[in-house]
């Protein structure tokens, strides 16, 4: 496999599928029938909607991680395992938690914010954790 590195990133360049792609931290970005198609159509690309697109690839990852390594503390801290939203999941959006079924565990009361309610009842540290997790 080959690497390319441009504006920062390091793209893989591989076939996959029968077509030659760049891809960014396993995300396709560019396609081509050879190599150096798709090479050239990531070099041709938009430079602000590429770094765009890896910002928010990044963005998932680490939200995914974090979704992963503070499942345990934040089941301790609510009493019940972080709702993960299955539909934004399977659209390839990544970990995060499903806000409705977050405000239905709680029993957020009518006319109360959920950010206040559980800043009010858990703490500035649980909001911040679930903050991480959306």
């Known amino acids: 496999m ?39 159509a990531l070099k041709d690309y938009n430079i602000e909607e590429l770094i765009k697109g890896c910002d928010h690839m990044d963005t998932q990852m680490e939200r995914d991680a974090y979704f992963k390594d503070n499942t345990e503390r934040f089941t301790q801290t609510f009493g019940f395992v972080p709702p993960m939203d299955s539909l934004m999941y399977y659209c390839g959006c990544g970990m995060q938690i499903d806000v409705i079924a977050l405000d239905k565990k709680l029993r957020t009361p009518d006319g109360i914010s959920t950010t206040d309610y559980i800043l009010n009842n858990y703490g500035q540290d649980a909001l911040d954790m679930v903050k991480r997790m959306i």
């Open 2 to 40: 080959t690497t390319i590195e441009l504006q920062g990133r390091t793209f893989n360049v591989e076939k996959r599928g029968g077509e030659w792609q760049t891809n960014y931290r396993g995300a396709k970005a560019t396609t081509g029938k050879t190599k150096a198609e798709a090479v050239k």
